[in-house]
């Protein structure tokens, strides 16, 4: 072997050395990357199924109505602005949903209404209806119901509930109105108030559904509807109204009013809210409180929406064009 030759032999044996350990080290590589790929082939699968699930999940929800109260509710900071457009927009939806709302007294003027609005207190309209027209039929004026004998009232109003208490407070209205203005309801807030048994809820009443004028009216369902969605914080009534009415243009309080209490009525009640057919589910910083579920909600809805009469004997045309059926008489069925 010559000496090149050797030179040669000595460079390739070492060579031949370090391939084993370079082939070692590319096998651990390939070994490796082997046991990675499985691993990634398995979650993409994975990761399809459940876009799918997801899909399909998304349109059951559509179908049955459900989607729209899965969206997200309003967030806890939410600014001045955003109250504002919230607030408007739960009034516009609610105006769709009820187009033909309107005060569920039964009355032909101002002085039925008026004694309507005031025996309405911790009872129902629709027991005031079945009992008001008894009342009205006897005496149809201010000026009769003022000299009426105190027990025969209390006789025709005991289905009311405090019958004792809102006789008193009929017949001193009645006496007020004949006596000082003429047998007739005034059409200002600071002679309402005045008025035996007369609060500002039951001047704005008056005087948003029989004069045109605008006013909010705050019973209970009005009080907790707000509070539930946030437009205030306040408790005492003439707060909840101030806070409220500075959401809204004053033309839209006398139905912002009817709105709401209609809502409270049939929907959102006070014990078991229908969440899953509540129509600003995804306004509501409350939904979730009651029955989420779609079908079981429906078995909740009252009135006209769950298919029963409404609270009023002789209620608009428009109501009825919508659907809705007038309430029983006393005593019937």
């Known amino acids: 072997m010559s000496a090149s ?10 060579a031949k050395k370090a391939a084993p350990v370079k082939s070692t080290g590319v096998k651990k590589a390939a070994e490796n990357a082997a046991a990675t790929k499985p691993a990634v082939a398995k979650k993409a699968p994975a990761k399809k199924t459940s876009a799918k699930k997801a899909a399909a999940k998304r ?3 559509r179908a049955s109505g459900a989607e ?6 309003p967030p806890k900071n ?7 457009r919230r607030a408007r927009r739960i009034n516009r939806e609610l105006a769709e949903v009820y187009p033909y709302a309107h005060p569920e007294l039964d009355f032909e003027n101002p002085f039925q209404l008026l004694i309507a609005t005031v025996l309405s207190a911790q009872t129902t309209d629709l027991r005031v209806n079945q009992t008001t027209p008894t009342l009205f039929a006897k005496y149809p004026s201010p000026e009769d119901l003022a000299v009426a004998n105190p027990e025969e009232v209390e006789e025709i109003l005991r289905p009311c509930g405090f019958f004792r208490a809102k006789t008193k407070s009929v017949i001193g209205l009645s006496k007020a109105l004949a006596e000082q203005f003429g047998g007739e309801v005034p059409g200002r807030l600071e002679d309402l108030v005045k008025l035996p048994g007369v ?9 948003g559904n029989a004069f045109g004028r605008p006013g909010i009216t705050v019973d209970t369902h009005f ?8 437009w205030t914080e306040e408790t005492d009534p003439d707060k909840i109204e101030a806070a409220v009415g500075a959401l809204f243009p004053k033309n839209d309080w006398t139905d912002l009013s009817h709105h709401v209490i209609w809502h409270g009525r049939r929907i ?3 014990r078991k809210p229908a969440c899953g057919a509540c129509p600003i589910a995804p306004l509501c910083p409350a939904y979730g409180e009651g029955e989420t579920d779609p079908e079981k909600a429906k078995k909740l809805l ?3 929406k769950g298919g029963f009469p409404g609270q009023r004997l002789k209620p608009p045309q428009a109501y009825l064009d919508a659907g809705g059926r007038p309430a029983p008489p006393l005593g019937a069925g």
């Open 59 to 61: 349109v059951a929800a």
């Open 199 to 207: 609060g500002r809820k039951t001047a704005f009443v008056v005087l």
């Open 302 to 304: 009252k009135y006209e």
């Open 5 to 14: 030759e050797a030179d040669a032999a000595k460079e390739a044996a070492p």
């Open 268 to 270: 959102c009640h006070a």
């Open 223 to 230: 009080q907790r509807l707000v509070r539930r969605w946030k």
């Open 78 to 84: 939410e600014s001045r602005a955003a109250l504002v």
């Open 68 to 73: 729209k109260a899965a969206v997200a509710k």
